[in-house]
Structures are given as structure tokens and as C-alpha cells.
């Protein structure tokens, strides 16, 4: 049932309400009285009305507020909604709860407990706070700027800022808006330090300002994300903003895709027609405070009705210089905490505390058509809506014009030599070039290729906050792709995107190629180490020594002088010690001599070293030829090491590269340390790449040079002078950069990968390296050096020749044993008698004849040979 026209009901009550006098807004007052106009229509009270009553006030005048507010006491108000503005607002809340009135705010602020009779709204801070967080989160926000307005402001981003300490993947630095209202400084800190993501908490009418100094500093670019905790980004003029491709979220509590708040606000612009009047708003421009003052109209109107319902309520005159009280005014509270209402900012509903926790948000994306849906907040979280709004907000590359920022450097990017004037991409060539031309034909994209002026890949400055280089104009928004011998550090992966690697890589040693050493006199003896010759030696002396030994030990090597004569008493040995030597040098000549051992055991030692130096010689023979036919190189140092521990030969890399950065953050040694020589030095030795080759190639082996080995490699196939030194000390790679949360990292990355998995990668680099740019230099088949062969590669022959000689030592020690039992037998005699005549031979070391043994008849012929026909050979 509707209840009855204002001008026949019986009980009136009137709803005051206080706005700023110098309120610019009309349609805040517009939405109250049709809000009051529309609770009273669907009150459902007999003789029961709502009328409205607004009066203005000066927001900074304490006293002239109270005049209006106790106006509002004497007419009898059922409840007071606003102002929006402190300090009027506090001071109307006092008065209020001093009447028993109750207090409806629409605009957000710091509830505090003393605050009994008023009620608010507008969604409570801890709740707002938990829902940016929530939608942070889903977006992947880890690493954002704050910028906030006031202490207002900190206290609704109270989750957001301890996201950092509840997640130490998160990172979030805080800034606070100027009063004066030039941002563009504040704006260009956050710029400068590479922030690409910020969360804004402004006012509205601050919104525009912030987004347009944003843009006039580059700012509002595809690369930058933004979000504006600000309830009324919807009512925001962002049309210079639709079509830079900046990602701008934002909020809005008002649901206008709810068909029943697009009829209500299409009839309250009926209606304020019919009276005259023009509403310039719409559902989708409402302003938040608008939307709460309609919906403060019914949570009032619901909260009488069911209180009406058990008792009859009527409002009564008040007197501000009396202490009187409504007496309802309590009761109507109390209702108004407890009742439910459907309004055009969702339901209307308080918890046990008295605040308004539960209510749910779209946000909003701003696209080229607009403000549209990206998803809905609401208690149990953020949800994207739908997968359109989603792919819009990562745009497609393909038919975008890119500018690519590069440096001239060989072999990545180079001017191309022609006699026709070239202009444009036509004028440069490289594999950088070929690279970012595959990439542009595979994704559909344009691009212009601009050279760096700086002429650096990027370092940043700590003095100025700088970054300059490739990554100076990525951050400012000048460039869109960044390549080059681009290598990728933590510093600039801190600050802008980059791709997979598409050359692998690691820093080393440029340096002249060792200088050649003059031939030797004695080269000869180079195959060979000298201990091994030393060796030789011994073994030579050893194995003349043990057969002179043997020799005299057997008796086998003991006959007559004259071989036709074989029943002399006298025998001779005609291995000597000077015939030993000769017979070991012949053998280890490759020749002969004119005497032989006839015993077993000299013959074992004579095979045993006629095996060794088999072996000797072969291995000597072999390594002499590649001795004798390789160039031996010498060169003073072989590995970063040996640079550390010299002084002779300065070394150095470029300053502002990341090359100079390994060594400079360095915590191992030696190069920390040789970080503070290159520092130290005078005069300097940090050169750009160009100077510390040339610089390389003329100082004749006193500088080195450290830089990437892809270039040291591309270098030293065309200077043939220079070689790389020893192996890589770090391993890194070059990778394409783009400006931070580049929507275009992605693609870029699936179609580089998709060029290594096919060899488009190495065939581009083998192009560039091995097939252009001239004559390259090839290694010389000889070139590698031969190693001399020490005592562990032949060792094993000693071990044999050792070996020989101990089983020959033996077998002559069995063959003077059965001697000396032959000799006991024939001459009948003792063994000892017959072991001491023998000795007493033996070690005779002078003379060859053997005088003392005397054979029994027939005992000639038996032990020794027959050499009839024979001519001794001439021993002493």
C-alpha cells in the first residue's frame, strides 16, 4: 500500500539534510529529495509521509552550521544526512547524538566509538582496504608505488601497505600526493626508479589531474598500470586517455548493470523532467555520494516503517538550549542498524558493529571504448568477468608500430655499407637486425629502429636516480624494444622485462696471441722431459753395471782366449765394464757390437734393455717429429689468475657495462680484488669495446681486455694477432628489453623459442660470425702443441727394465750355484773352498782371464763352447 500524499497524511516526518553552500554538484540534492520522494511513495504506513528539507551551510563556520542544524531541531527532523565536509560534519554528528538524533553520513571517514548516534554508508575502510588487496593479488601485482592524498587515505590502504611484510615477494614504496597539486616531480621519482605499477588514493576531482601530469611526462603508455581506490573513477572525464593503451583500474560501487537502478535513476530523470528540471547524469555516471544519499532516503524510510509497525513514532520540535531528546530517535537507530534495503549501491545492510562490511564493487578497466567490466569484488573475493575484458588487457603486437632502440656495434647492429642512399631499418644490418626482422615477420608487428645516443645499454646513476642507455629510454617511455648486446643482469631485470636469451655467453680474456719462441740448438732433447733423460742415464749405467756383474757371476760368459785351445787353464770374460757400456749404448742406438752374452741371465738382461729401448726410441722418434715440426708458443698468462697475480700486463673492460658490474659486486677472489686495480690504475684502462680491441692489438701483449665471449669470438675470427684466454668466468646471455610488464614479453618469448628449437638462432649466428665480414681467420692445422712426455707416460718401461734385471740377477745366481757343485764334484773338493776361489774371481774387477779355476781333464770341453772356426774378439 502507498502511502497517502504529503498534503493528507496526518504524521509528517521530515528528513533534514546539510549540504556545502558552495556545492557545485546539483544532483546531490536532487538525489536526496527524490530518494526522500521515492521512500516516502513505498513507506507502506498509513497517514504516515516523508518530506525532505535542506538547508546550506558554511562547512568552515562552526557557528553558522549550528545555527542551521538547531533550524532543523525546531522544525523536527526524523534524521539529519550530512554534510560531506569536515570539520561542519563532526560537528553536526555532536549535536546530533546530543538530541538523540540520528545522523546519516554518505561520504567516507574515520568512525570513532563516541560517535552513538550516526551512521555511515559509505563501505567500511578495513573492508575497502581487504578488497584492494584482493584485487591486487589477482592482477599479480608484486612491486607497486603508493601514492596517497592524506591521513584519510593511509588509514583505507591500511591492508595494502602491510601486503609487503605479509609477503616478501611483494614490494610496495609510499609516496604522498603535493598539496600544491603538481605531481609531475613526485611523478617523475617514481618514473626514474622504474614504477610502472601505482596504486593512487586521491579525491575525485584530483583524479584527471594526476592522470594528466602522468601523460605529460610520459606516463601513460601501454607499459603503466594504474589503480585509483576511488569509488567514483566512473564519473571521471577519461576520454584523453581511452586510446594511449594505459592500463587505468578502478572501482565503482554502484551496480549499473542491475536493471533496477537503471529504471530508478531513468525515473528520477522523468520526474525532475516533468518538474523542469534537467538531471545531467546517467546510471553509468551517478557519483557514489548521489547514490548513497537516495539510498540513505530508504534505509531511513524501512527503518520507520518497521519501527511504525509496534509503536506510532512522530518527530517533535527540539530546542537547542534545552536539554529535551527525541525520544524515538534511539529506537529509529537502532532499526536503521538492523533493517536491509536494496539500493542503488547494492544491499544495505549493517554488521554487529554498526558498519557497512558487506557490499560488493565492479572494477572497471578503461579501454578505447571506455569504461568496461573487468571483474566484481564482493565478500568472498575478486572474479574476473567473462574472458573478453580480460584479453583486452593484453593486447595483441600484431599491427603495432614499435620503436626499437639499438647501439652500433659489430656484429649486432651495423650501418650497412652501399652506394645507394639508404633510409630507415634499410640502413643498418646485423644479427640484431636479422633477429628483430624474423620476430616482426612471425608476430605481424612495424617497427623503426632508432640508434641510442647515449651509446650505452644502460647503468643506472645513483646520484641522479637515473637509468641512462637503452634502459633510460625504455623507462621513459621512448622505445618500445631494446637490442643489442644487451646483457641481463639483476639490476635491470629489477627494472624492465626482459626475454629468454637469444645468445648464450659468459665474460673472458682478449689478448694477443702468444709470441713465437726461435728454435732451439737443442730442440732435439724436447721430446723427452729431463728428468726422463736424466733417468735414461741412470738406467744406462745401471744396466752396463748389473751386466758387467753378471758377466763375471756366471760362468757361463768365461772361456778360453783361444778358441782353438780349449783345455787352457786360463779363461776370459769379455764383458768388461767399458764392453757393458759400449754394448748399453749400442743397443740404445739403434746398432750393434761385435760380442754378444752367451749365458741366460746376461741374455736376459741384454733382452730386457733391447725392449726398453724399443720402446724409448719409438716414443722419442714419435714426439720429435711434432717437436720439430710445431711452433711452440709462449704466452704469459693462461687464465684470469695469472692475470691477478702479475703486474707486468694491465687489464681492463668497459665502465658502464655489465662486465665492469660482475666485477665491481664481486665477493670472490681474485676479482674483487683486480676490480680495485682496474679502479686504481693510472692511467685509466676502462675502454668501450672498440678502444680496448685497438687498445689490445697495439701495446704487444701489455693490456688484456675482459668482455663478452660472443664478441671476443666474432673478434678473433678476424684479427688474427688476438685470442681468447683462458675459459669464461661467468655464464650469462643477451636477451631483448622491454619496458616493465610489457604485454608483449610473452610473445616475444614463444616465438624466440620457437627460432632456437628450429636452429634459427645458431644459423643466424654462424652467419654473422663465420660467413660475413671478410676473410676469418682459420686455425693452422699444426697449431696445436705438442706436450712433451714425462716420466708418468713412459714410467712403465723403467718398471719392465727393473723387472728384467731382477730375474736376470736371479738366473745368475742359480747358474753360480750349480757351478759350484759341478766345480765340488770334479775337483773333489769343499764348496766353501770352491765359492771362495770363485769370488775371489769374481770381484776382481780388472783383468778378464780366469787363471785360478783349473779343470779337470775333459772339464775344459764341457763348460765351455766350441769355437772352432771361430776368431776371438780383442779383449783385454
Not at 335 to 348: D, P, S
Not at 423 to 440: A, F
Not at 826 to 841: A, C, P
Amino acid at each position: 500500500m502507498l502511502a497517502p500524499p504529503v498534503g493528507a497524511a496526518k504524521n509528517i516526518i521530515t528528513i533534514g539534510a546539510l549540504f556545502d553552500q558552495h556545492e557545485a554538484d546539483p544532483a546531490l540534492e536532487m538525489a536526496f529529495r527524490y530518494g526522500v520522494e521515492q521512500a516516502s511513495q513505498t513507506l507502506n504506513v498509513p497517514d504516515v509521509a516523508l518530506v525532505p528539507t535542506v538547508e546550506r551551510v558554511q562547512t568552515g563556520n562552526g557557528f553558522h552550521t549550528s545555527k542551521r542544524v538547531c533550524h532543523l531541531l525546531k522544525l523536527g527532523v526524523g534524521a539529519i544526512v550530512g554534510p560531506s565536509a569536515e570539520p561542519a560534519a563532526s560537528h553536526v554528528r555532536s549535536m546530533c547524538d546530543t538530541k538523540s538524533v540520528p545522523h546519516i553520513d554518505t561520504t567516507w571517514r574515520y568512525r570513532r566509538g563516541s560517535e552513538h548516534f550516526s551512521v555511515n554508508l559509505y563501505p567500511h575502510a578495513a573492508t575497502l582496504s581487504k578488497a584492494y588487496v584482493d584485487i591486487l593479488k589477482t592482477l599479480g601485482w608484486t612491486k607497486f608505488h603508493v601514492l596517497y592524498e592524506d591521513n584519510d587515505s593511509l588509514v583505507r590502504l591500511q591492508e595494502v601497505l602491510q601486503m609487503p611484510d605479509n609477503n616478501n615477494k611483494i614490494s610496495a614504496s609510499v609516496r604522498q600526493l603535493p598539496k600544491n597539486k603538481d605531481y609531475r616531480p613526485l611523478l617523475k621519482q617514481v618514473q626514474n626508479s622504474g614504477g610502472t605499477h601505482i596504486v593512487i588514493d586521491c579525491s575525485t576531482e584530483n583524479i584527471f589531474n594526476v592522470l594528466k601530469q602522468a601523460q605529460q611526462i610520459g606516463m601513460v603508455t601501454r607499459y603503466y598500470h594504474y589503480f585509483f581506490t576511488n569509488l567514483d573513477l566512473h564519473t571521471v572525464e577519461l576520454h584523453d586517455f581511452q586510446y594511449a593503451g594505459t592500463n587505468i583500474t578502478g572501482l565503482r560501487l554502484i551496480n549499473t548493470t542491475d536493471l533496477r537502478v537503471v529504471k530508478r535513476v531513468e525515473s528520477w530523470k522523468e520526474a525532475e523532467a516533468a518538474r523542469g528540471r534537467h538531471v545531467p547524469i546517467t546510471a553509468s555516471r551517478l557519483s557514489t555520494e548521489a547514490a548513497l544519499l537516495y539510498d540513505a532516503a530508504l534505509l531511513f524510510a524501512k527503518a520507520a516503517a518497521d519501527l511504525h509497525s509496534s509503536r506510532d513514532i512522530s518527530v517533535t520540535s527540539l530546542n537547542c538550549d534545552l536539554d529535551d531528546l527525541w525520544p524515538h530517535g534511539e529506537s529509529v537507530l537502532n532499526y536503521m542498524q538492523l533493517v536491509e534495503v536494496e539500493g542503488l549501491t547494492g544491499l544495505v545492510r549493517f554488521d554487529t558493529l554498526g558498519q557497512r562490511s558487506s557490499f560488493s564493487l565492479d572494477v572497471l578497466s578503461v579501454l578505447e571504448e571506455g569504461l568496461a567490466p573487468l571483474g566484481r569484488w564482493g565478500p568472498d573475493g575478486f572474479s574476473i568477468v567473462g574472458s573478453d575484458s580480460r584479453t583486452r588487457q593484453t593486447p595483441s603486437i600484431r599491427n603495432q608500430n614499435l620503436i626499437v632502440t639499438t647501439l652500433i656495434k659489430k656484429p649486432y647492429t651495423m650501418i650497412k655499407e652501399s652506394t645507394e642512399k639508404l633510409v630507415g631499418n634499410d640502413r643498418y644490418e646485423g644479427i640484431c637486425i636479422d633477429l628483430i626482422q624474423e620476430l616482426s615477420r612471425m608476430l605481424g608487428f612495424n617497427y623503426t629502429i632508432v640508434v641510442n645516443a647515449d651509446g650505452a645499454p644502460g647503468t643506472y646513476n645513483e646520484t641522479t636516480g637515473r637509468w641512462n642507455g637503452m634502459i633510460g629510454e625504455l623507462l621513459d617511455g621512448k622505445a618500445d624494444l631494446a637490442i643489442a648486446d644487451l646483457t641481463i643482469t639483476s639490476d635491470r631485470e629489477a627494472v624492465v622485462d626482459f626475454t629468454m636469451q637469444f645468445m648464450n655467453l659468459g665474460i673472458s680474456i682478449l689478448y694477443r696471441k702468444p709470441t713465437k719462441q726461435p728454435p732451439s740448438l737443442f730442440s732435439f732433447l724436447s721430446p723427452l722431459s729431463l728428468r726422463v733423460w736424466l733417468y735414461m742415464g741412470a738406467a744406462t749405467m745401471g744396466v752396463s753395471l748389473l751386466m758387467f756383474v753378471l758377466a763375471r757371476f756366471t760362468p757361463y760368459e768365461w772361456e778360453p782366449p783361444h778358441p782353438c785351445a780349449p783345455d787352457q787353464d786360463q779363461l776370459e770374460n769379455q764383458f768388461n765394464f767399458l764392453n757393458c757400456i759400449w754394448f748399453c749404448i749400442g743397443s740404445l742406438m739403434q746398432q750393434g757390437c761385435d760380442f754378444l752374452p752367451k749365458a741366460v741371465s746376461t741374455r736376459m738382461v741384454a733382452g730386457m734393455w733391447w725392449f726398453f729401448t724399443l720402446i724409448m726410441i719409438s716414443s722419442y722418434t714419435a714426439n720429435l717429429a711434432a717437436f720439430l715440426t710445431v711452433e711452440r708458443m709462449s704466452s704469459p698468462i693462461e687464465s684470469a689468475e695469472d692475470l691477478a697475480a702479475q703486474t707486468d700486463i694491465k687489464y681492463g673492460t668497459y665502465a658502464d657495462g655489465s662486465t665492469a658490474t660482475f666485477f665491481r659486486t664481486s665477493k670472490i677472489s681474485p676479482y674483487n680484488k683486480m676490480w680495485q686495480v682496474m679502479q686504481n690504475a693510472q692511467p685509466s684502462v676502462f675502454f668501450d669495446a672498440e678502444a680496448g680491441i685497438k687498445k689490445v692489438k697495439d701495446d704487444a701483449g701489455k693490456y688484456a681486455y675482459f668482455m663478452e665471449s660472443s664478441t671476443i669470438e666474432y673478434v678473433v675470427e678476424r684479427a688474427c694477432e688476438l685470442s681468447q684466454v683462458g675459459g669464461l668466468l661467468d655464464n650469462k646471455g643477451y636477451g631483448i628489453a622491454l619496458p616493465p610488464d610489457s604485454p608483449w614479453t610473452s610473445q616475444l618469448n614463444q616465438k624466440l623459442l620457437q627460432m632456437q628449437e628450429e636452429g634459427q638462432l645458431a644459423a643466424l649466428k654462424r652467419m654473422w660470425w663465420e660467413e660475413h665480414g671478410g676473410e676469418t681467420c682459420k686455425e693452422d692445422s699444426g697449431g696445436s702443441i705438442a706436450s712433451e712426455l714425462d716420466l708418468e707416460n713412459v714410467g712403465g718401461v723403467f718398471v719392465c727394465l727393473m723387472g728384467g734385471m731382477v730375474v736376470a740377477t736371479l738366473i745368475a745366481i742359480v747358474e753360480f750355484v750349480f757351478h759350484l757343485r759341478a766345480q765340488t764334484a770334479d775337483n773333489n773338493t769343499s764348496i766353501l773352498s770352491e765359492m771362495g776361489r770363485e769370488l775371489h774371481v769374481i770381484l776382481r774387477c780388472r783383468g778378464s782371464t780366469n787363471g785360478l779355476v783349473a779343470f779337470p781333464s775333459g772339464a775344459a770341453e764341457k763348460h765351455a763352447p766350441a769355437f772352432a772356426g771361430y776368431d776371438a774378439p780383442a779383449v783385454s
